[in-house]
């Protein structure tokens, strides 16, 4: 199951209306890049939004669903759908839901790691283009310490 858009609407976190299209065969690897405080993270909010209500990476606070909303709306929830839209190579999220519960296949959709966010040991030695990844990975090719 891959993602093929995430859209994220009405002032959700920073974003009166971004859609990211992976395209009609989204790649495996997808990076978000880009500098710090320019959304790479309300990105991930987003789908751990629409996934457990309240889920959120990171801050503890964001149980309160003005959290989500950039013009602090505390009925911003309510419109869930509206606000947050997502379509798998399978079809939109709600249905994807709905199969993964009713084959009891659990409702964990989404699973989020970042040894940045999480860890304060994490030491950033070098940034640099790689021209190619995915030429890369295919030749074996891996960046190590």
Not at 28 to 57: C, R, T
Not at 78 to 85: G, L, S
Not at 107 to 123: A, C
């Amino acid at each position: 199951m891959r993602i093929k858009k995430i859209r994220l609407t009405n002032g959700y976190k920073r974003f009166r209306d971004l859609t990211i299209d992976l395209g009609e065969a989204p790649p495996k690897v997808v990076a978000l890049v880009g500098p710090n405080g320019s959304g790479k993270s309300s990105v991930f909010d987003g789908m751990l939004y629409m996934q457990g209500g309240y889920s959120h990476i990171g801050d503890s606070y964001a149980d309160d669903p003005r959290y989500h909303s950039m013009d602090s709306n505390p009925r911003y929830n309510d419109r869930r759908k509206e606000n947050v839209q997502i379509i798998f190579d399978t079809g939109i999220y709600e249905d994807t839901y709905q199969k993964l519960h009713a084959a009891d296949k659990g409702k964990t959709i989404f699973s989020f790691r970042s040894p940045y966010r999480y860890s304060s040991n994490l030491k950033v030695h070098e940034l640099r283009n790689i021209p190619d990844l995915k030429l890369m990975v295919q030749q074996g090719i891996f960046i190590r310490d």
